[in-house]
């Protein structure tokens, strides 16, 4: 029976992966620990790593994972900006899990635009006090707002089909077009100059890192709503604080942070939160932080379970492996996984 070391477990994560593995004839470590240049040695004896958003897959952590003769890491997400794939090339396979849920993480972003338009997370916490008055919750129709998409892959496109359902006038910017599709694109600046709402959908890369910054921000309309359930360092904290110190942006939703690697996933409720940008964020009363929750339904998790142990699967039974990326691939460059093979 395989044995896979399984870094950053959380409770949730067991319920499906336990209903699968042995399905799938595997037997898994749950380890606490995140995945790291420090843990890495606890892969040793085991026949695959399984890591999360949070894990640091950098060049350190391959050399010490290498050392354990580990031969390939199962992402359980769909993300994968934290894996050094140039290191890894050769040595480990990346696998990942490239949809489970559109609709868990597009649906999480209209929560968060509803509540965060409506005051809900200020009413919920009125109401439990008895306080019944209605000062400051002003909130705005939706109905023929323009909201301005960033990505419009699996999960932009679906919370675009949500959009249109509440009526909003969609725009969107990618400069990797659907053909044929009914969305209107834009340009990057003609989408921060006309959108009462923004929503990132795109992925965390050296093109999009910082992607809202200073200059951004300054060409967007005032009173602006951000919303980010896509990856933290798609925004610049700093300057998005700012501007919204200076009422520049209206509000802002995020469910991810650059910096949220020290702090999401653990109960820090008794601790000082050494971040003055996190803090300062999470103290106003026009910005709601999640988790990085997005992603947390029943449906997702089924299906991130699922598809990373039928990877692992595969690549232990020598087949096809269709969700393996490496650092060609994932640039569009040809590698041998395009002739139907592993990526090398
Ligand atoms: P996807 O690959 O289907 O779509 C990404 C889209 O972004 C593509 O259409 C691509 O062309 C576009 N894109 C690439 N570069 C861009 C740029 N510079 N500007 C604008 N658009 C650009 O990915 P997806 O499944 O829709 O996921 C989108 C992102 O959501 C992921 O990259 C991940 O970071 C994030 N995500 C977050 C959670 C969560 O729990 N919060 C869960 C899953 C995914």
Known sequence: M??????????????????FKDEFGFE???????????????????????????????????????ETNAKIVAMRCAGYNNVNFKEAYGKIHIV????????????????????????IHRAFNRTREYNF???????????????????????????????????????????????????????????????????????????????INEKAIEKMKKGVYILNTSRGSLIDSEALLNALKNKKVGAAALDVYEEETDFFYEDLSFKIINDDVLSGLISMPNVIVTSHQAFLTHEALKNIAYVTLSNLSHYFNNENLENEICYKCHKGEECSRKEGKRCF
Do not use: W
């Not at 695959?48 to 958003?53: G, R, S």
């Open 2 to 19: 395989k044995k896979i070391a399984f870094f950053d477990t959380k409770p949730y994560d067991k319920i499906y992966f336990d209903k």
């Open 28 to 66: 898994i470590k749950y380890f606490e620990s995140k995945l790291n240049p420090d843990t890495a040695h606890m892969a040793t004896k085991y026949d695959a790593v399984c890591a999360f958003v949070n894990d640091d897959i950098g060049k350190e952590t391959i050399k010490e994972l290498c």
């Open 96 to 119: 990942r899990v490239p949809a489970y849920s559109p609709y868990a993480v597009a649906e999480h972003t209209m929560a968060l635009l509803l509540c965060l338009n409506r005051k």
């Open 133 to 211: 008055s209605l000062n400051s919750l002003i909130g705005f129709d939706l109905n023929q707002k323009t909201i301005g998409i960033i990505g419009t892959g699996k999960i932009g496109r679906t919370f675009i089909d949500i959009c249109k359902g509440f009526k909003l006038n969609v725009i969107a910017y990618d400069p990797y077009p659907q053909k044929n599709s009914d969305i209107k694109y834009v340009t990057f600046d003609e989408l921060c100059t006309e959108s009462d709402i923004i929503s990132l959908h795109c992925p965390l890369n050296k093109d999009t890192n910082h992607l």
